[in-house]
């Protein structure tokens, strides 16, 4: 049975950081790129970042790119996401997600992903 789930979310001042984990289970996790998505109050759900089944190749969007980085560690199935310089505009509920079927490219459409956890809330308070 798939399991993913994510956790370290929290409240932060602006200009701080946080880092939030993902923990996943019930598939080969070093097999999947990994991403991961926010989604803030009455928005839509937005791309952040992926990376590669190995770890090597990673893709920003362009308002996290420079703050945020995206790591994995397929011997523990675990993804993680530090977020640096954190401003309001990141508030949201960040969501991990697995996919088999983007190997290559931005792989940010959320078509593409096949498992997801049920999110954590990040809060960034001005």
């Known amino acids: 049975q798939v399991h993913v789930e994510e956790s370290g979310g929290g409240l932060v001042q602006a200009g701080g950081s946080l880092n939030v984990s993902c923990s996943a289970s019930?598939?080969?996790?070093?097999?999947?790129?990994m991403g991961w998505f926010r989604q803030a109050p009455g928005q839509e759900r937005e791309f952040v970042a992926r990376?590669?089944?190995?770890?090597?190749?990673?893709h920003y969007s362009d308002s996290v790119r420079g703050r945020f980085t995206i790591s994995r560690d397929n011997g523990k199935s675990m993804l993680y996401l530090q977020m640096n310089a954190l401003n309001s505009e990141d508030t949201a509920v960040y969501y991990c997600?697995?996919?088999?079927?983007?190997?290559?490219?931005?792989?940010?459409?959320?078509?593409?992903?096949?498992?997801w956890g049920q999110g954590t809330q990040v809060t960034v308070s001005s």
């Open positions: 997600a697995a996919t088999s079927r983007c190997t290559g490219g931005v792989c940010s459409e959320i078509t593409l992903y096949d498992y």
């Open positions: 019930g598939f080969i996790f070093s097999l999947f790129t």
């Open positions: 990376i590669s089944r190995t770890g090597v190749h990673t």
